[in-house]
């Protein structure tokens, strides 16, 4: 079987497609044939070896890959040959709350991840796919999506009728939007494009702003808020975006703080006792919040918009279109 790998150092240029023995599985593990991955913005920070000396080559990259079981070892009843699954993103994360064993099993990263024609998992991490999504719709669920879902929900508590602010149109913010329409809440979504505001608009968004034109877009989304500001953020943008964040949030309202997009950055904490808001640090979430999340997907046969599918020899360039920022949704690699 064929495998992308990093094999004595990182950057996309040393990113090279390997022969591998096919994997055979020993006691609880499953041999997943993969159909499909989908990148994140993480997968960038790995490529250029962003993480130190926490991640090492040689490594196989992408946490996010859905496919079929094949075989599975000894003792193993949680899946089937034929099941249609996706890999958690953390292996060891089944329930409960993060540690430092768990963060140490994160595919793509910790240990190897999923851009190969096959892997060999523990059958633990495993889930199955909504019936109604494909390969490619099924491995966008590990990361973003179940991010966007532990921001609203786990984290948030998020009710009907409450507020939104969602930054961006990359994966983690389009699942949001998704997500917080399905729950009845109203959604505020800022972008640098019009053109994609206007597709943010045609999946439900409420209120708009381009965060180019108006960089002081808090405004905008107090105003739409009455003047109260919005009950909860997701903020992908990291330390760039948090303080206009802090300014856009209502008093005693959540930011869920995902990213590093937008770089560098100063906040002031004195908005945050100010204002009593709670920012909860998000790193995609447990199997049972992904099992949670499936099931609301399944309900509503919710689709996860995909931007543009690469081939698996396309991989390098499907990174580089990532880079580029230009995607609406997620990027995908037809295995």
Known sequence: MKAWRFQNAFGLENLACVEFPDPQPGPGQAVVRVRACSLNYRDLVVSKGGYGKAVKPPLTPLSDGAGEVIAVGPGVTRVKPG????????????EGGPDDAKAATALGGAIDGMLAEQVCLDASGLVKLPDHLGFTEGATLPCAAVTAWHSLF??????????????????VSIFALQFAKLA??????????????????ALGADGVVNYRVHSDWDRAAREFTGGAGVDHVVEVGGAGTLPVSLKAVRRGGHIALIGVLSGAG????RFIFLKQVKIQGIYVGSRRMF???NQAIAAVRLRPVVDRVFGFEEAPEALRHLERGAHFGKVCIAV
């Open 291 to 293: 099992e949670d999340m």
């Open 184 to 201: 009845g809440a109203r959604v505020f979504a800022t972008s640098s494009s019009d053109e994609k505001l206007e597709r943010a608009k």
């Open 83 to 94: 099941d249609r699954v996706a890999a958690i993103f953390m292996q060891g994360w089944l």
């Open 154 to 171: 786990d984290s948030g508590r998020l009710q009907p009728g409450q507020s939104v602010l969602v930054q961006g149109t990359g994966g």
């Open 266 to 269: 100063e906040v002031d904490p």
